[in-house]
T-cell receptor, first 115, second 117 residues
Framework: EAGVAQSPRYKIIEKRQSVAFWCNPISGHATLYWYQQILGQGPKLLIQFQNNGVVDDSQLPKDRFSAERLKGVDSTLKIQPAKLEDSAVYLC?????????????FGSGTRLTVV | AQKVTQAQTEISVVEKEDVTLDCVYETRDTTYYLFWYKQPPSGELVFLIRRNSFDEQNEISGRYSWNFQKSTSSFNFTITASQVVDSAVYFCALSVSNAGNNRKLIWGLGTSLAVNP
């Protein structure tokens, strides 16, 4: 089966600019996650979708970050305006049954550099 | 508290040595899942193993083995006869209950393993 697709692979922007990341999960996976991984740290959950509904966005900086998952398939994560501390790898993952131990498949990530 | 602790930040070994990566977890859930992921320099997180809280059977897969002990809340990972290609950051993660009958992953900070020729 095809894996989780993410684009772009790399992005460099200036602070205060906006940026968007795209994720296409594994077909049939109802649960989709966006993680932020800062260099030297483990991934931090930003938002979790179940189909097209938000399950958990408690750690999403809502003043600048937004995400949507229209039609319960693809998802887009946006940052507007970006700050220097947003430099990180943004990982998308999907799972089959609400993450009930069936494993999470990760995409290759988008490496964002804010200068 | 629900957390994962990987006390070893960096490990450096010489090829063919055995190496054990430690993982200790805390959770209030009675049903939970433990994972190990490998993150090579390319950045992708590669799934290695999943273990549920009711299955304490240790597992061996080639040069990899995992020791799950509920009594000590540990899920350690051993690489036998390490190879240069094993160089990566290894993450231990814990899947716990989340809002709306969902689950979420709690991650350790990772252990960076360098296998030198």
């Amino acid at each position: 089966e095809a894996g989780v697709a993410q684009s772009p692979r790399y992005k460099i922007i200036e602070k205060r600019q906006s940026v968007a990341f795209w994720c296409n999960p594994i077909s049939g996976h109802a649960t989709l996650y966006w993680y932020q991984q800062i260099l030297g740290q483990g991934p931090k959950l930003l938002i979790q979708f179940q189909n097209n509904g938000v399950v958990d966005d408690s750690q999403l900086p809502k003043d600048r970050f937004s995400a949507e998952r229209l039609k319960g398939v693809d998802s887009t994560l946006k940052i507007q305006p970006a700050k220097l501390e947003d430099s990180a790898v943004y990982l998308c993952a999907s799972s089959l049954l609400r993450g009930r131990g069936y494993g999470y498949t990760f995409g290759s990530g988008t490496r964002l550099t804010v200068v | 508290a629900q957390k994962v602790t990987q006390a070893q930040t960096e490990i450096s070994v010489v090829e063919k040595e055995d190496v054990t990566l430690d993982c200790v977890y805390e959770t209030r859930d009675t049903t939970y899942y433990l994972f190990w992921y490998k993150q090579p320099p390319s950045g992708e997180l590669v799934f290695l193993i999943r273990r549920n809280s009711f299955d304490e059977q240790n597992e061996i897969s080639g040069r990899y083995s995992w020791n799950f002990q509920k009594s000590t809340s540990s899920f350690n990972f051993t690489i036998t006869a390490s190879q240069v290609v094993d160089s990566a950051v290894y993450f231990c993660a814990l899947s716990v209950s989340n809002a709306g009958n969902n689950r979420k992953l709690i991650w350790g900070l990772g252990t960076s393993l360098a296998v030198n020729p």
